[in-house]
T-cell receptor, first 115, second 116 residues
Framework: KNQVEQSPQSLIILEGKNCTLQCNYTVSPFSNLRWYKQDTGRGPVSLTIMTFSENTKSNGRYTATLDADTKQSSLHITASQLSDSASYICVVSAQEGSTLGRLYFGRGTQLTVWP | GAVVSQHPSWVICKSGTSVKIECRSLDFQATTMFWYRQFPKQSLMLMATSNEGSKATYEQGVEKDKFLINHASLTLSTLTVTSAHPEDSSFYIC????????????FGPGTRLTVL
């Protein structure tokens, strides 16, 4: 069964601190993995995308890693800011022959940054 | 980047009425559009996939007669919630993809539906 599991479910950190979010998946055949940031009441916004051959991708203070062998990914946020408070969703795309493969969503990690 | 808009951003309606939500790809032609529903603290749940000019493919458990989807052009898809009930209250998000985009889906900002 294709699944995406994220941990922790929620996380509270102080402004300026770093944190790491985890994502484990069983989606097969694998196409790519994306991390999204979703603010409350808004649609998801893409942070990073990684294919099978990529094991790290950075976007400013966000750094994602991918281990395709163990089917694990992480999102590291450095020097957190209050505006980082949001839900971070791990999304894995399955390869289905067509260019638009089915997406499998994790439940997200709710990050709260306190001043 | 590709921009997807939704209208309205929020809507409140009485039970039994129908509500239409629009999803537009503003700067690209979307060969496929997707409709998702998201309940509080839950992940996005795919409701249906629609290709321009053809009937939508609904996920198991989604009533096609209740959630009418029309993808009349490469830039517009609509979701109509017919005879809405309070349990239909949710956050509806569309996404759009293009065949030349390497499989990337671009998400709209979402529509908050509240049925009284």
């Amino acid at each position: 069964k294709n699944q995406v599991e994220q941990s922790p479910q929620s996380l509270i950190i102080l402004e300026g601190k770093n944190c790491t979010l985890q994502c484990n998946y069983t989606v097969s055949p694998f196409s790519n993995l994306r991390w999204y940031k979703q603010d409350t009441g808004r649609g998801p916004v893409s942070l990073t995308i990684m294919t099978f051959s990529e094991n790290t991708k950075s976007n400013g203070r966000y750094t994602a890693t991918l281990d395709a062998d163990t089917k694990q990914s992480s999102l590291h946020i450095t020097a957190s800011q209050l505006s980082d408070s949001a839900s971070y969703i791990c999304v894995v795309s399955a390869q289905e022959g067509s260019t638009l493969g089915r997406l499998y969503f994790g439940r997200g990690t709710q990050l709260t940054v306190w001043p | 980047g590709a921009v997807v808009s939704q209208h309205p951003s929020w809507v409140i309606c009485k039970s039994g009425t129908s509500v239409k939500i629009e999803c537009r790809s503003l700067d690209f032609q979307a060969t496929t559009m997707f409709w998702y529903r998201q309940f509080p603290k839950q992940s996005l749940m795919l409701m249906a996939t629609s290709n321009e000019g053809s009937k939508a493919t609904y996920e198991q458990g989604v009533e096609k007669d209740k959630f009418l989807i029309n993808h009349a052009s490469l830039t517009l898809s609509t979701l109509t919630v017919t005879s809405a009930h309070p349990e239909d209250s949710s956050f509806y998000i569309c996404s759009a993809g293009r065949s030349s985009g390497g499989g990337t889906q671009y998400f709209g900002p979402g529509t908050r539906l509240t049925v009284l």
